[in-house]
Structures are given as structure tokens and as C-alpha cells.
């Protein structure tokens, strides 16, 4: 028979048992905010916006997306790094933030230092385009006709140090041409311009120009990786149309700030996988050009290192500075 007083001695232990397991649960206990540091339109955010619905539904709390552009993400991503570290802000994280480090001075955080480099979900080789009224129809003519009249040639990309600039400035240093840059503010305004001819040529991931390649508005000439994409239509890369050494492709990938528990890391990596699987979540992103590859903390962690290490050469060997 249990006497009272064991009963009694257990009571203060069954009163904290549910606190403790409130304690452990805590999280998510109100709206998550998805911070896109890049206007509506282009691929962060419409990767951000697909994923919403999924990750509501995985995590049982609302999903708010932010939209915070400018200074290449490191705006957003600024606000992400000071964030508390609650599990209540997030970033969608793009090529930028791994050039950024080199081109902005005084950003105010560290990316490697001040971020969780959560997963990355997925790559895409970038694609250069041209306007249907331009003479251009392989990589080969832009590069004679900028020889014949260099400094003419207009191209746009999301922005100044993106990871587009420092391709096209990178293949004209190896093929000896020069091309005008012209910066917008994201994919959005970028696929605007490409589809109007504002600009020569364009060159971004398929997430910002897919669409306008589909509908003819554009055409595609030339891919920046190493190995086609299953994403885009047959199109030579840069190495095959004679500039060697190209090798860049764009990423995606889900951070938040630095400190964030194990908890509330393994939690949201669960409902980011969850939402991934889900067949027709997983369409709608690689619709967008996006080659699903998602990759947890560890490894993620070490790829952003390595690309703010590959790209940050680019950036000081061509004294690139943001606008």
C-alpha cells in the first residue's frame, strides 16, 4: 500500500511535470516570421511563398512573410542577425550572402558568426538571356560583338557583387571582353527589364527569368554551371562556349540567428524536410528552377563558408564595390 505522505512527497513532482514538458514544447508558441531580403517577385520570394502554407501546416502556427530588400539581402539578413534567437525569425538566405562579406564594409554583423546556416534546399545554374530584338544568339556573338565595341553592351543581374556581377566579370577577365553593368533591385525589377530589352542582356537563376524564357520573351543563350541543370532547357554552359573555368551556380537556403537551441533547430529542420517531401510543394519549386537538393546544418555550414571564400576573391581580384 503507498502511504500518504509518499503520496503527498510526489505531489510537487507531478505539479512540475507539466511545466516542464510546457517547457520543452514552448516552441512554436505564436506567429514565425520569414524574413525575404529581396523584393516580391523574384526567387526568394516566391520559394518563401510556397513554402509558407507547408510550414504552417507542420508547425501549427502562422507564417508571416517579410519582405525586407536591399544592400544585396544583407538588409534583411542584418535584422535576422539581431534578432532573438527564439526561434521566431527566419531568413531565406541566397547566393548574395555569400559575397556580401567581401563587398560591404561595416555590414554590422558576420554571416558566419551571427547566423544559423540552418539547410540549404536547393541549387540552379544561372542562365545569360537576351532580348529577341538583340543580334544575339550564342554566347559567342556577345563576346565578338563586345571585343568589336567594348564598354556598349548592357547586361543586368539582381544586383551589384551578386553572384551574376561576378560571373560575367569573371568570364570577361578569362575571354578578354567588357560589358556595361546595370544593377536592379532583385529578380522581380530584373525580370521587368529583360522582358521590356531595357537591357541587352540578363543574367540570373531560372527562378527570376524562367518564367519569361518560357514565354519567349527572352532567350536563353548560355548556363553558368559546370554541368547543365535538369532545370533549364538545353543550353550550352560557358565552359562549352569557350570561356573555361565557369562554375557558378546559385543557391537557396533557410537560416535564423545565431543561439538558436537544438530543439528549435531540429524542429524547424523536420518541418523544413517535411514540407520538401510533399510532392506538390516539391513541383511548385523546382517550377521555378530550383534543383532540389536539401542539405542539413553541417553541411550547409560548410558550403557557405567555402562559397564566402570562393567569391570574395572574385569581388577584391575585380575592385568590386556595392553602388
Do not use: C
Not at 502562422?62 to 525569425?89: E, F, K, M
Not at 558566419?112 to 529577341?132: F, I, N, Q, R, W
Not at 554552359?237 to 543557391?251: L, N
Not at 535564423?256 to 529542420?269: F, K
Amino acid at each position: 500500500m503507498i502511504s500518504k505522505r509518499a503520496i503527498l512527497a510526489g505531489v510537487p513532482a507531478l505539479l512540475a511535470a507539466p511545466q516542464i514538458a510546457r517547457a520543452q514544447g514552448a516552441w512554436p508558441n505564436g506567429s514565425i516570421r520569414i524574413v525575404v531580403p529581396f523584393p516580391p517577385g523574384g526567387g526568394a520570394d516566391g520559394l518563401a511563398r510556397i513554402l509558407q502554407p507547408r510550414l504552417q501546416f507542420e508547425l501549427g502556427v502562422p507564417i508571416v512573410i517579410d519582405n525586407r530588400p536591399g544592400a544585396s539581402g544583407a538588409l534583411g539578413a542584418a535584422q535576422v542577425a539581431r534578432a532573438a534567437p527564439d526561434g521566431n525569425t527566419w531568413l531565406i538566405m541566397f547566393d548574395t550572402h555569400a559575397v556580401n562579406p567581401a563587398l560591404i564594409d561595416n555590414m554590422g554583423f558576420d554571416t558566419e558568426k551571427d547566423l544559423t546556416a540552418l539547410m540549404l534546399l536547393g541549387t540552379a545554374s544561372m542562365v545569360l538571356t537576351t532580348h529577341p530584338s538583340r543580334p544575339y544568339r550564342r554566347l559567342e556573338d556577345v563576346v565578338v560583338a563586345a571585343k568589336v565595341r567594348p564598354d556598349t553592351i548592357t547586361y543586368g543581374t539582381i544586383g551589384n557583387g551578386s553572384l551574376a556581377h561576378l560571373t560575367m566579370a569573371l568570364a570577361g577577365r578569362i575571354a578578354g571582353f567588357r560589358l556595361v553593368h546595370v544593377a536592379y533591385r532583385g529578380g522581380g525589377p530584373l525580370g521587368t527589364a529583360a522582358a521590356s530589352g531595357e537591357v541587352d542582356l540578363a543574367i540570373s537563376s531560372p527562378a527570376a527569368l524562367g518564367a519569361q524564357m518560357q514565354a519567349g520573351t527572352i532567350i536563353g543563350l548560355a548556363q553558368t554551371a559546370a554541368e547543365p541543370s535538369r532545370s533549364l532547357p538545353p543550353l550550352p554552359t560557358m565552359v562549352e562556349a569557350g570561356i573555361p573555368g565557369i562554375d557558378a551556380r546559385a543557391f537557396w537556403g533557410f537560416g535564423g540567428p545565431a543561439g538558436l537551441s537544438a530543439a528549435i533547430r531540429q524542429r524547424m529542420e523536420a518541418a523544413l524536410r517535411a514540407a520538401l517531401s510533399n510532392a506538390e510543394t516539391a513541383q511548385r519549386i523546382e517550377g521555378l528552377g530550383i534543383d532540389l537538393n536539401p542539405q542539413g546544418q553541417a553541411f550547409f555550414t560548410q558550403f557557405l563558408s567555402a562559397q564566402i571564400a570562393t567569391w570574395g576573391g572574385v569581388v577584391r581580384e575585380n575592385n568590386i564595390r556595392p553602388d
